[in-house]
C-alpha cells in the first residue's frame, strides 16, 4: 500500500537522534516547560523571523491563545475560511468571538480577497488566514487590507511549515502565526504539539502567562489562563525533526514537481502552482475531480492511499450550522469539498511509487 505518511521507513538515524533525546529528557529530570521547550522555541522563532515562540499544548490552542492575547473574545468577528481544518473555526468559537466564512479562490482553494471584503463589518477584529496544503499567496495584499482595516492578520500555519512569501516565512507577516505540530504536519512531534510565534514581545509574554494558567514568572495570577504547556520530550522530538525539515521539505516538493508533469489526465483537475516555488511546502499534494468517489476507489484498487481535506466545509458541520458567511455564499468551498482528493506526498516516498501513484491516475477512465 502506498501510504499519506509512513514514519516507520524514515532514516534510522533520525529515529536513533529521537530516542536519545528521549534519554535526554528522561535523565534531566525535568519533564514539562524546560531548556528543550526553550531552545525550541528559539529555534523555531528563528526559522519563522521572528524573535518570540511561545510552545503549548496543540495547534487549535496555539491559536485560541493568539486570538486571547490580541483581547479577541465576546462581541468581535474573525473571517477565517470554511475549507480548513475544523480546529481553525473551533478556536474562534471557543475564545467566544463570533467567526465568519468567506469563501476560496478556485485555483488554490485559499481565501479570496473579495469575498473577505464583503464579510467585513465594524465588530471585525482579525482575518485568521489559512495557509492551505501549505501554500502562501498574495500575503502582501492580506498585510495592506488588515492595516487598512485596523484588524489583525493571524496566520495558521499547520499546514506551511518552512514556506515563505518573497523571503519571509510564514508566521511572520501576520501579528501571531500559529502551527501544529501534530504527528502528520510537515513538522511532527510523536503526539500532540503546537507554538505561537510573533515579533511583538508583549504578545508572546501574554501568551506564555495565558499557556500557564495565567500566572507570571513571580506567580502572581493576573488573569484566567488555561494549561496548554508544551512537554520537554516533544521539543526534544522536535528538534530532532527540525534537522530534517529542509531536506524533508524538499522531497515533497519533488515529489510534487513529477506529480504536475506527470499527470495527464482529463478527468482530473490540478491547483495552480504558485509562481515562487518556495510559497508552497505541499503538505498535501490535492487535486479536483468530479468523479471523486470512482477515481478513489480505483486508486485504491491500485493499492494507493488517498484522503480528502476537507470533505465537508465548515458550514456544514452540526456545530456550524447558523455560522456566519458571505451574503453571496460559499460555493467555490462546496463545489471543493466535493471534488478534491490528496495523493499521498510524503518525504518517504520512492520514485517508484510515485511514478505508480502517476500511472494509476493516468490510466483512470473518467
Ligand atoms: C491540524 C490543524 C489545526 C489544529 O492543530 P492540532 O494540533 O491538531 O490542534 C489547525 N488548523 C489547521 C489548518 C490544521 O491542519
Redo the contacts with the bound molecule.
Sequence with gaps: MILMNHFQAEPPVLRAAMLAAVERVIDSGWYVLGQEVKRFEQQWAATCGVRFGVGVG??????EIALRALNIGAGDEVITTPM??L??VL?ILSVGAKPVLADIQPDTALLARESVERCLSPRTKAVLL?H?YGQMDAMQAWVDLCKTHQIALVE?C??AHLASWQGRPSGSLGQVG?Y???PT?NLGAIG???MLVTDEASLAARAARLRNYGQTVTGDYTELGTNSRLDEVQAAILLERLKWLATFTERRRAIAQRYRAGIQQDAVGILSAPTDPKAHVYHLFVITCERRTALQTHLKARGIQTLIHYPMPAHHQTVCADIQRDPLGLKHSEHHANTCLSLPCHPQMRDDEINTVIEAVNAFKG
Excluded: E, P
Design positions: 496543540n495547534g487549535l490552542q496555539a491559536i480548513t481544518a480546529a481553525t478556536a489559512v492551505l495558521d499547520a499546514h500559529a501544529s505540530f501534530y504536519k500532540d504539539a503546537g
